[in-house]
């Protein structure tokens, strides 16, 4: 384009035409909600500038102008289109940094069923939440989670589907799939139900693939070994909460605890004065049992005694 004015002199009346134009684009810029018409009012001068190229290729003679003529006449349709080209650069970065996030949380005691954009299903058991952008905006659709949680991810192979917990991602396309993040858990578990799932080790910006998973297996990923192991797993023993399924296996005194207080919505104190050194290992199973069912049971395996006040609870240990 600026080659043809150099190397041209429009006469008067082409110079009323580019003026015409230069009036048009300016329109373009004052009217904000035309702003996105920049490319159309871009194309036209193109169009027109090239049909007048072509013209002049044939034309022997050019009547001279004043040097300074070419230069106003290229200044008067670049700025515009300059300004244009701007202003729809700052609208998109603009609307890039206003990304918005949601957050959804599954209070202790509260099960929640989350529904994205996408058609995905996220099950989200008590105690645990996840963050994700609102509309999946951009190229992937990435979910953070602090908890537990079982996804029924929508098909998508435009748009991988990333859970984040911790330093480890879990990607699928169209998979269902269980995740434990715990903070009273050293272990990160990913067990798969249907489908493929591929997890990876994230960790100072260096990204390492850990394992694919066929369906029925589980990675278990020790947060401070960094350790992994990939194994079968028991559905009814990892599944089972999303029917009420309350399970412990050999787990300390600190896990029952905290698993007990995330899946009741109570506050648990222990009294472990009269505590026996040995190590504290419960294994058991309930079936969406009232808590004090679950704790008389637990209480007669281990030996203690508790009293409740509303939603305080006080264990005795023997």
């Known amino acids: 384009m ?28 004052a009217e904000e909600e035309h702003a996105h018409d920049a490319s159309k009012a871009f194309s036209r001068i193109k169009v027109h500038l090239q049909e007048r190229e072509q013209e002049q290729t044939r034309t022997l003679f050019l009547q001279l102008q004043q040097p300074q003529l070419w230069f106003k006449a290229a200044a008067a349709v670049l700025l515009p289109l300059c300004l244009i080209w701007a202003l729809v650069l700052f609208n998109s970065g603009t609307e890039s940094t206003k990304a918005v996030y949601m957050s959804v949380v599954a209070a202790p005691g509260v099960k929640k069923t989350i529904r994205l954009p996408d058609g995905s299903v996220i099950k989200l058991n008590s105690g645990s939440s996840v963050a994700f952008r609102k509309g999946f905006a951009g190229g992937t659709r990435e979910i953070m989670l602090q908890g537990e949680a079982f996804f029924e991810v929508a098909k998508d192979s435009l748009r991988p589907f990333i ?57 278990s ?94 264990i005795h240990l023997n």
């Open 2 to 29: 600026l080659q043809w004015f150099q190397s041209n002199h429009p006469d008067a009346m082409q110079e009323e035409e580019l003026h015409a134009l230069w009036r048009e684009a300016g329109q373009v810029i």
């Open 163 to 219: 859970v984040h917990t911790g330093n480890i991602s879990t990607q699928a396309l169209g998979t269902s799939f269980n995740i434990s993040y715990l903070t009273y858990n050293d272990a990160i578990t990913v067990a798969l139900a249907t489908g493929v799932v591929k997890i990876d080790e994230q960790e100072q910006g260096r990204k390492q693939q850990l394992a694919r998973l066929v369906p029925g297996q589980q990675l």
């Open 221 to 314: 990923y020790r947060k401070v070994s960094q350790q992994y192991t990939v194994a079968a797993f028991s559905r009814s023993e990892v599944l089972g909460w999303k029917e009420g399924v309350l399970h412990f296996k050999q787990a300390n005194l600190n896990q029952v605890v905290k698993k007990l207080e995330n899946w009741y919505g109570v506050d648990i104190e222990v009294d472990n004065q009269g505590m026996k050194d040995e190590p504290w290992s419960y294994t058991g199973e309930y079936n969406n049992e009232m808590l004090e069912k679950v704790l008389e049971g637990i209480g007669f395996v281990k030996g203690f005694t508790y009293e409740r006040t509303g939603n305080k609870i006080r």
